[in-house]
């Protein structure tokens, strides 16, 4: 075994050191070169040119050199990109570059040439614009993004099937005969299937691997978005192992080295249906100052760094949250037992004590291992009966608990007018609610309750991750920070310049910030509270932001208005805050802790850009299985009259949010037959060029549910008779009232 994975090793070492050569060649030469340039060049003989051309394979599957004919060359220098594909509806793609410093590249339906969405491919570039992207066609795949699809089956053919993939944005069909005689595929049900070869434009050859069942079930639609989104939903055998072997409780031997903590009252505040518990508080007053204790599930002293738990744990990067599932990132076993801090139950944490003076503002604070033992499993909705309703049930309920909680309730709120003067951003937008009866079936969705209950733990764990990024950064310590850049400069001066546009008796005097902070966003959000502007300045401000993501480089958390941030507080279902664990533990090896090689940058980079696609990922799969539901929700109430609020414009027509069930659709302009309308870009609306008819961002409007169409993932809207924009004409001019 051992000479085995030597030799094994031996091969890959030559591997790469030609791989290296290769490359060398190639940067060398300033032509591509053909495969026999190449054993010329390097000087190898017949025995020595196989090992040439695993090198060689492994750079053309890297997407580094490109195949032209009989030729290869650095796709770098052959005005070639590398990167994933993203497919929009109507078969327009753009490719993500692998380089960060390269804008995306557009690609036009016609250029696809087959790449379907999360492919990664190669593009050459055919024209440069200044200012704007660069548009590309596909010159090669280099690797499928997805193995398996999942698709509706649309009618028998003899011994195979025709289907469509679920994806809106897969416009093909494919042939598909069941792999297993025992599956019985029937027209209406959906099925995953294997890919094979095209077959001819928009149509492929696969096999049918296993049925799902019909597309009205919310569980068959949790399944395919699983599948589409690559969600993995079984944990290897070698992980499950060493779960179970892992004990039921901590036991004495664990508790060496850290403070015993027991005694204190913490609990823990979570959703009726939370069953993973990896945050626990406390807070005691100092006087008039107060003290806040945050302990965290010490996932790291269970799953060490390369083991199979730890593997599949990086691999799948967080947990994935659906209506009526969850894929957790460890096995239960784990997330809701041995790490979970379950009530009256010794666990052990990773916890931080943060001093706080009467006004809350943090001052010490120490991080350090602890055991606990929470005193209490509490849900937001009794926080909210017992401290913000005042019923006296429920304050009896919570016993000698309520003391506690009550000074936790100012010392969040103290917070929270801190983070607010700072400039933290709060963009109060619902979320919504599916509710399913007993039969699993929707029953409604509606806007998600959020009270400062809710506020009340987010305050104390941004303490605390704002506490361990600066314990990690004082001591010059690699750390996973969770940053968040500037907003789009462009998208926020578009922003400021509509508004000053359209500001009434104030129009064209409100100027533009010279340098943008978090405090002038902020400010202007507080402006348009409870003003017919407010949506409009919340959408526009939100399209501005970039997106967060995890870096060894600390560049600061802008919608925090936060200087030094990182997730500490959810191991359980976040991978990075574990990698942060792991780091604190490094810092504090001298105290007992286990010290776990520190990472180096540039891995730690790499696993940052990965934790961020993944989160991406679960982002985009909980997106889409609430599109989908909704949809299936939508289905037995067209007709219906809703009102909503118009929440994006486009030339074809706008989006409407509508307020009932938080669903959005589309209400097209080929719908209207009154007028003939513009989209003014320049003042978010759509203007009737007779009438003068007004439809602008923000607006309230009535509209009827037409249809909606689950394959497409559609919801169609014609406006109510008699409902929508204004006419405000003066002086034969329209006017804006935006």
């Known amino acids: 075994m051992g000479r085995r994975r030597g030799k094994k090793v031996e091969k890959e070492r030559r591997a790469s050191v030609e ?79 692998d380089d960060p410093r390269r804008k995306d590249v557009f690609v036009p339906a016609h250029d696809m040439a087959g790449a379907w969405h999360g492919d990664r491919v190669v593009v050459a570039i055919v024209r440069e614009r200044k200012d704007r992207r660069a548009e590309g066609r596909v010159v090669r795949i280099l690797e499928r993004g997805r193995k398996t699809l999942t698709a509706k089956v649309l009618k028998r053919m003899g011994q195979v099937f025709l289907c469509r993939p679920t994806d809106p944005r897969l416009d093909f069909g494919v042939m598909a005969a069941p792999r297993d005689k025992g599956l019985k595929p029937e027209p209406g049900l959906i099925v995953t299937l294997e890919p094979g070869e095209q077959v001819e434009f928009r149509l492929w050859e696969g096999e049918i691997l296993d049925v799902l069942g019909p597309e009205e079930d919310v569980a068959v639609q949790e399944s395919l978005v699983k599948t589409n989104h690559a969600v993995p939903t079984r944990f290897p055998s070698p992980a499950l192992d060493q779960a179970e072997a892992l004990p039921e409780a901590p036991g004495p031997e664990d508790f060496r080295g850290r403070e015993d903590l ?7 505040i ?6 993973d518990f990896d945050d626990a508080v406390f807070v005691e007053s100092r006087g008039r100052a107060f003290r806040l204790w945050v302990a965290i599930a010490d996932v790291a002293h269970y799953v060490r760094p390369g083991t199979p738990l730890d593997r599949e744990a990086e691999e799948r990067g967080n947990s994935y949250y659906f209506p009526r599932s ?25 916890a931080v004590r943060l001093d706080c003076s009467a006004k809350g503002v943090p001052g010490d604070f120490s991080v350090f291992p602890a055991v606990i033992e929470s005193h209490g499993r509490l849900t937001y909705g009794q926080v ?6 005042k019923d006296e049930e429920e304050r009896k309920g919570l016993g000698p608990l309520l003391p506690m909680l009550e000074k936790a309730e100012r010392l969040a709120r103290l917070m929270n007018a801190r983070r607010s003067e700072r400039g933290s951003l709060d963009f109060d937008l619902p979320e919504p609610e599916i509710l399913f009866n007993l039969s699993g079936e929707t029953e409604d969705i509606r806007p998600k309750v959020r009270h400062f209950g809710h506020q009340i733990i987010e305050e104390f764990m941004i303490a605390a991750n704002e506490a361990v990024a600066t314990f990690l950064s004082e001591r010059e310590l690699p750390c996973l920070y969770r940053v968040h850049p500037e907003p789009d400069a462009d998208k926020l001066k578009n922003l400021f310049q509509l508004l000053a546009r359209t500001d009434g008796e104030n129009a064209g005097k409100r100027a533009l910030p010279k340098e943008i902070t978090p405090s002038d966003l902020q400010a202007l959000l507080d402006e348009v509270e409870s003003t017919e502007r407010e949506f409009l300045v919340n959408r526009l401000m939100l399209r501005s932001m970039m997106q967060a993501r995890y870096s060894p480089v600390n560049e600061g958390h802008f919608g925090l208005a936060s200087e030094c941030y990182c997730h500490f507080t959810s191991p359980i279902r976040r991978y990075a805050d574990l990698v942060v664990h792991r780091l ?109 008819r007004i439809f602008r961002l923000g607006q309230a409007v009535e509209v009827v549910l037409e249809d ?14 008699g409902a929508g924009g204004k006419s405000p004409r003066r002086g034969g001019k329209w006017t804006s009232r935006a």
């Open 262 to 268: 027991r005694g204190l009252p913490f609990v823990t």
């Open 384 to 389: 909210k009966r017992a401290l913000l309703d």
């Open 708 to 721: 909606v169409n689950l394959e497409r993932l559609e919801v169609n809207l014609v406006l109510a008779r």
């Open 584 to 692: 604190v533990k490094t810092a504090l090896s001298g105290a007992g802790q286990t010290r776990d090689p520190i990472p180096a940058h540039k891995a730690l980079a790499a696993l940052g850009t990965h934790l961020s696609r993944r989160e991406r990922t679960a982002m985009e799969a909980e997106r889409e299985i609430l599109k989908r539901v909704t949809v299936l929700f939508l289905k037995d109430k067209v007709g219906r009259t809703f009102s909503g609020v118009i929440s994006s414009l486009m030339d074809f027509g706008f989006w409407v949010e509508l307020g009932d069930v938080l669903a959005e659709g589309m209400v097209r302009l080929s719908s209207l037959d009154d007028d003939y309308y513009t989209y003014m870009s320049d003042r978010e609306m759509i203007v009737g060029g007779r009438t003068g």
């Open 326 to 350: 969850v894929e957790p990132m460890f096995p239960e076993r784990l997330s809701n037992g041995l790490c979970s801090l379950n009530p009256n139950t010794p666990r052990l944490a990773m």
């Open 19 to 97: 791989t290296r050569e290769l490359l060398a060649l190639f940067r060398e030469s300033r032509k591509p070169l053909s495969g026999r340039e190449i054993f010329k060049a390097l000087g190898v003989d017949r025995s020595g040119r196989a090992s040439v051309r695993d090198g060689l394979t492994e750079l053309l599957e890297s997407g580094t050199i490109i195949q032209i004919r009989n030729a290869f060359g650095l796709a770098e220098r052959m005005r070639l990109v590398t990167g994933v594909m993203e497919v929009h509806r109507g078969g327009i793609g753009f490719v993500l570059p």
């Open 270 to 275: 979570d959703g009726a249906t939370a069953r």
